[in-house]
Structure formats: structure tokens, C-alpha cells
């Protein structure tokens, strides 16, 4: 069981940037950004495979961007042109991504979860 620690949210204006980290406490194939806002479903926003294969919910594509350093177990994600419909908790998720697939599967272990606020 992988635990995982996210970091990095916070309360930003419309249009700001904010990076989230993901800790891993080791490394695992894949990992998966989520988000969940309130009354809604939790969604796969970005995903990075043990090979860097990335894959983006259309709404954040060209805004967002997700990135890994295995030397520190870390799985990043950038986010650019935020808006106020960003706002949610975001979450990651250890997965496995096979070099088959075009997607990503999710895992049973996540984090807490940090907290993203977007003004507008």
C-alpha cells in the first residue's frame, strides 16, 4: 500500500497558477490527478504513466500540465488560466497505466486531498 501526500493548494484568482505535489512513499507506475467539487462526482483531471505518457480531461488541456521526478517520488501538477470552476478538492491516485492501455487505472490507495480554491 503506497501513501500519498498531496500539497500545494490554496485560494488564487481567476486566471492565476498554483502547482500541487503529490508524495508517493515509493514509486509506483502511474498517477492520477482528481478533483472533486461540492455535490459533484470526483474526475480524473490528468494522468502520467511510469514512461511519461500523460493524458488530460479535455477542460484543462493546454492549462494544465502533469510531471513526475522518480528521483523524489514526486508527481506534480501545474496549473495555469485558472478558473473559478477549478475550484474543488483535488486528489491523487496511485495507479497503473500498462503499456497496452491508452488509459490509466485507478488504484485503491489516494491522498487527503488539498484544497483549491479559485476567486473570481
Known amino acids: 500500500q503506497v501513501q500519498l501526500v498531496e500539497s500545494g493548494g490554496g485560494l488564487v484568482q481567476a486566471g492565476g497558477s498554483l502547482r500541487l505535489s503529490c508524495a508517493a512513499s515509493?514509486?509506483?507506475?502511474?498517477i492520477g490527478w482528481y478533483r472533486q467539487a461540492p455535490g459533484k462526482q470526483r474526475e480524473l483531471v490528468a494522468s502520467?504513466?511510469?514512461?511519461?505518457?500523460?493524458n488530460y480531461k479535455d477542460s484543462v488541456k493546454g492549462r494544465f500540465t502533469i510531471s513526475r521526478d522518480n528521483a523524489k517520488n514526486t508527481v506534480y501538477l501545474q496549473m495555469s488560466s485558472l478558473k473559478p470552476e477549478d475550484t474543488a478538492v483535488y486528489y491523487c491516485?496511485?495507479?497503473?497505466?500498462?503499456?497496452?492501455?491508452?488509459?490509466?487505472?485507478?488504484?485503491?490507495?489516494w491522498g487527503q486531498g488539498t484544497q483549491v480554491t479559485v476567486s473570481s
Open positions: 491516485n496511485g495507479g497503473v497505466w500498462p503499456a497496452w492501455s491508452r488509459t490509466y487505472n485507478s488504484g485503491p490507495d
Open positions: 515509493f514509486t509506483i507506475n502511474a
Open positions: 502520467i504513466s511510469s514512461n511519461y505518457r500523460t
